[in-house]
């Protein structure tokens, strides 16, 4: 029934076992020092039937960090903690690709001993909200910051910072990286008409604006090799502030330079799962028509939908995101057509907490349908 779905694909000279993969999923769990911790190496383990998972959004920095208790990857006992991740995964047979971020405006003070998160321009994400430390650790949800605009100087600092975390991702282990250009956060925020006004050359034209998102995903090339990084787009996205009067220029102009570099994946986010307008197939076969390389659509996918845009051939593979929160065994499931586990909003962010993210079951003996 979803024969696409359950087939196996190539992706950055890598054979994966099907095309239902793991979207990145921030769930606000890592350790005290923002580390992976063994619990979420079991949370990742126990979806490796996942054809590919992608990680949460590991920062690059403290000053990159958007939300308290996410995963970083900039300290050794950070790098410590994800190969702790990795090895879970490639122990239970599964593979596994490292998103890298910057939260950019998306962030408070709080979350950097007192200074300012940085972006593009020195424009606050209106209505936005992130999390910092509470009372007691627990989290605590409060307004976004107005940033401060980044100098040369401090791209250059981004763009280090930027390598070494790539290079410490690679010595955990990543089988690929992802360049985390959608959301809203920093390199999104770089993309955008309405979060980038800078005059240098990194604001302005197409080519400006897209200049640092490419020089990132070239320094991940340089260290993991060619053929290895992936990236996420999320054309027309309109939370978390943005309102890009550009994205479908930019968007095809990024598929333009991605086509020579031969990317692991172009992922892709829609937006309709945060009630942006939904991809038509023929924007979908616009994509596909322009990009020469591997594409993965994310975004509110049933099953059903995911078959129809893999027959199409409009993508390669889809990623499920909260339907993996709540089934672990999702890809079980999807084989038997059902049942599927209800997602429990409340535990979604719950720092240290295994109710909501460990103890979703698997389907039992009496639900498991003859093959
Ligand atoms: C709890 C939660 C956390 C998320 N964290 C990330 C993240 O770290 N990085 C990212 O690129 N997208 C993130 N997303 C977006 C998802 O990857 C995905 O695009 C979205 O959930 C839509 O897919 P779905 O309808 O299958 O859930 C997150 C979404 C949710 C619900």
Redesign the pocket.
């Given at each position: 029934m979803f024969e696409k779905l359950l087939s196996p694909i190539e992706i950055g000279g890598i054979k994966l076992p099907n095309r239902i993969f793991m979207?990145?999923?921030?769930?606000n769990r890592a350790g005290d020092q923002d580390e992976a911790t063994d619990m979420n190496a079991a949370y990742y383990a126990q979806r490796t039937t996942a054809g590919l998972i992608?990680?949460?959004?590991m920062q690059i920095s403290n000053r990159a960090q958007g939300y308290a208790y996410?995963p970083g990857i900039y300290t050794d006992i950070q790098e410590a903690g994800w190969k702790k991740v990795v090895d879970a995964v490639h122990a239970a047979g599964g593979h596994i690709s490292g998103?890298i971020?910057h939260a950019g405006r998306i962030s408070h003070s709080a979350l950097h001993g007192g200074l300012p998160p940085q972006a593009p321009s020195a424009l606050i994400a209106e209505n936005t909200k992130c999390f910092i430390r509470g009372e007691n650790g627990n989290l605590s949800f409060v307004p976004v910051e107005t940033p401060e605009a980044v100098s040369l100087d401090d791209i250059k600092v981004i763009l280090e910072d930027f390598r070494k975390a790539a290079q410490r991702a690679v010595r955990a282990g990543f089988d690929l990286l992802?360049v985390?250009a959608?959301?809203g956060y920093l390199l999104h925020q770089f993309l955008a008409t309405n979060t980038n006004i800078r005059t240098d050359q990194y604001g302005g034209s197409l080519e400006n604006r897209a200049r640092l998102i490419l020089e990132v995903f070239d320094i991940f090339t340089s260290v993991i090799g060619e053929g290895k990084t992936g990236i996420?787009i999320?054309p027309n996205f309109n939370i978390n502030g943005m309102a890009d009067q550009e994205w479908e220029a930019m968007t095809f102009y990024l598929i333009e330079q991605l086509n020579r570099r031969n990317p692991a994946y172009l992922?892709i986010?829609?937006p309709?799962?945060?009630g942006g307008e939904p991809f038509t197939d023929g924007f979908r076969a616009k994509i596909r028509n322009a990009f020469k390389g591997r594409i993965i659509l994310?975004?509110?996918?049933t099953p059903e939908l995911g078959e129809h845009v893999l027959q199409a051939g409009y993508a390669d593979a889809i990623?499920?995101?909260?339907?993996?929160?709540a089934n672990p065994d999702l890809v079980a499931r999807i084989r038997q057509n059902g049942p599927y586990n209800e997602l429990d909003k409340k535990t979604?962010?719950r720092r240290g907490m295994e109710h909501g993210y460990l103890d979703y079951p698997v389907l039992t003996e009496a639900q498991k349908k003859p093959v």
């Open positions: 979207a990145p999923l921030t769930r992608v990680t949460e959004s996410t998103q971020y992802e985390h959608a959301n996420r999320s992922h986010a829609e309709s799962w945060v994310a975004g509110s996918y990623a499920y995101g909260r339907s993996f929160i979604i962010y």
